[in-house]
């Protein structure tokens, strides 16, 4: 039997400005990641999110950034060993409190944007990222790029590890995701994305922008759902999977 999770990044809106299409793409994944209010969310969009999560009985996880509301979070920053660390722990601490105000737990940390692409090949940010989550609760799942420096580091300090694939994104023949501004990155077609995506949780193997077959291990999909065609894309994938025989649900269900 095989399963697999599907996640998403939501509540990334902030004051008046609204962005994905949180209530739609919930219904479709079993993990969310919510924003933690530096590249994205507020008090107010974090309350909310959790409140949706709950009432869809999705898992819940933190998607901790860089301390970049203008940018997105997509910035690369420098900062210290310590302050990555801590910049993790005051992250995943602002969300536990709304998650604990409802009585569940947080299941799994995923950096955002930068802080995610950076950890995946800097050994030291990714290790204190791994320690930050560990001093918080050794329990939480640490959710990075499939055997990247970040599994590598989660390992290593023993969290539970998921490693994570990307359903419309090409990958370099190491494994590490094609840069956006390169042809070919992002994958449009979705008969194309929907059988790679059956390969990588069925076979362990994924086909490189070069041709070449490299393997890969598929815990968790991410799926994005910021327009109408990404939300039909996430229904879509999902369905493909079931047909498959592939379960659909939390990692924290099958990762120990």
């Not at 722990?89 to 947080?106: D, M």
């Not at 449009?188 to 995506?197: F, G, L, N, Q, T």
Request: hydrophobic share 40%; charged share 25%; proline share 2%.
């Amino acid at each position: 039997m095989y399963q697999v999770d599907l996640n998403s990044d939501i509540g990334e809106s902030f004051g008046n400005y609204k962005l994905g299409l949180d209530e739609e793409v919930i219904k479709h994944v079993s993990s969310v990641n919510v924003a933690c209010g530096w590249h994205a969310g507020d008090p107010m969009v974090m309350q909310k999110t959790v409140e949706l999560a709950v009432k869809e009985k999705v898992s819940l996880g933190a998607h901790p950034g860089y301390p970049d509301l203008i940018g997105f979070g997509r910035r690369e920053m420098k900062v210290t060993f310590e302050e990555a660390k801590n910049y993790i722990k005051y992250q995943i601490g602002a969300l536990w409190a709304f998650v604990q105000g409802k009585g569940i737990k947080l299941q799994h940390v995923k950096p955002h944007g930068a802080f995610y692409n950076m950890a995946a090949k800097d050994r030291e940010l990714a290790m204190a990222i791994a320690q930050g989550i560990y001093e918080v609760d050794s329990d939480f799942i640490l959710v990075g790029l499939a055997g990247s420096e970040l599994t590598k580091a989660g390992k290593e300090v023993g969290l539970k590890v998921a490693n994570e694939v990307f359903a419309d994104r090409a990958y370099n023949p190491d494994g590490s995701l094609v840069s956006r501004k390169k042809e070919g990155a992002v994958i449009h077609d979705v008969k194309v994305a929907i059988s790679r995506v059956l390969r990588m949780v069925k076979e362990g193997k994924v086909e490189a922008i070069n041709g070449e077959d490299i393997f890969i291990q598929a815990d968790t999909i991410c799926v994005h759902g910021d327009n109408p065609q990404a939300v039909s894309f996430v229904n879509t994938i999902r369905n493909a999977l079931q047909k498959e025989g592939i379960e659909v649900t939390s990692m924290g269900s099958f990762i120990k």
